[in-house]
């Protein structure tokens, strides 16, 4: 309780209820040199939802949410069991809370179940039981990494891990990706730092071109919400496929020096 979980964080950024002074206080701290991290985690839940409902209705109707965080309002199943009753979708977290809360929020939908698991240990996300009940491999999956690389160390290959688990799943899959990324390698240090110095695991902030490893072999869907083949197609996450919005590479406001690079991109 008093060392931050980046779990509880979010939470607290998100309006929820679910953390403690410790979160807060972090929060507070990290908002010194990001003014706009509320914003920032809004941003990031409302890319997820929007992914979800364009995926589902690219007909996959099966999800693994990896890193899937403490449940809020809109969460994974809501939306892809809106827009496809017989969606199917296996959250994973290796948080406690989250296990806590998740399991309460699942029992309301046979097709949802929670498992609590560190994703660097692939055999044991898809090998579980929950998982098989769920999901089958030989059809297309949507493999969620909303907000997630970037709590992994380099050590933890993370790239690589989506790599081997992506070679598991069958062609149409796809992944909904983002990740904290920077231009500027001191904005990007201080963040890390600081989130490292209160003694939370937690990975790097990594440059666009690093985090873009994870569309590797994939085919990278169009950000526009028209689907028009224009620009970048790895984009900041408050615009990706935003009905107001024009997709931007990162932020248009040069003050503002860290953003969630986000994309969905197919294995075809
Ligand atoms: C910033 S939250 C993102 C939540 C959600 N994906 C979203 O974007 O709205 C990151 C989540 O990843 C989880 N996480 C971090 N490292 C993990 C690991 N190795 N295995 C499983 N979950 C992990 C944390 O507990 C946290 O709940």
Not at 25 to 53: S, T, Y
Not at 84 to 109: F, K, M, W
Not at 203 to 210: A, D, L, M, N, Y
Not at 239 to 264: A, C
Request: glycine letters at 6%; charged letters at 25%.
């Amino acid at each position: 309780m008093d060392t931050p979980s980046i779990a509880r964080m979010y939470d607290y950024l998100l309006g929820g209820k679910d953390n403690f002074e410790a979160d807060r206080e972090a929060c507070e701290e990290l908002a010194k040199g990001i003014p706009e991290l509320v914003a920032f985690a809004n941003d990031n839940r409302a890319f997820l939802g929007r992914a979800v409902e364009y995926v589902s209705r690219q007909g996959v109707e099966q999800f693994l949410d990896l890193g899937a965080g403490l449940p809020t309002t809109e969460n994974t199943h809501h939306v892809a069991q809106r827009a496809n009753p017989g969606a199917r979708v296996v959250y994973v977290d290796h948080d406690p809370i989250v296990l806590a809360h998740g399991r309460a929020l699942v029992t309301d939908s046979a097709g949802t179940a929670f498992l609590m698991a560190d994703i660097r240990d692939t055999d044991q996300v898809l090998s579980a039981p929950e998982t098989h009940r769920l999901i089958d491999t030989d059809q297309p999956v949507c493999v969620m990494l909303v907000s997630l690389l970037h709590c992994l160390p380099d050590e933890s290959d993370p790239f690589g891990m989506v790599r081997s688990l992506l070679d598991r799943l069958a062609p149409g899959s796809c992944v909904i990706f983002s990740h904290i990324v920077s231009d500027d390698p001191e904005a990007a240090a201080w963040m890390t730092e600081k989130i490292l110095s209160f003694g939370t695991p937690w990975g790097r902030v990594r440059s666009p071109e690093e985090a873009s490893a994870v569309f590797s072999g994939l085919e990278l869907v169009s950000p526009w919400i028209d689907g028009r083949d224009q620009g970048p197609r790895a984009v900041d996450c408050a615009t990706w496929r935003h009905p107001d919005r024009d997709p931007l590479r990162r932020p248009d406001d040069p003050e503002i020096k860290r953003w969630e690079m986000s994309g969905v991109a197919f294995k075809r």
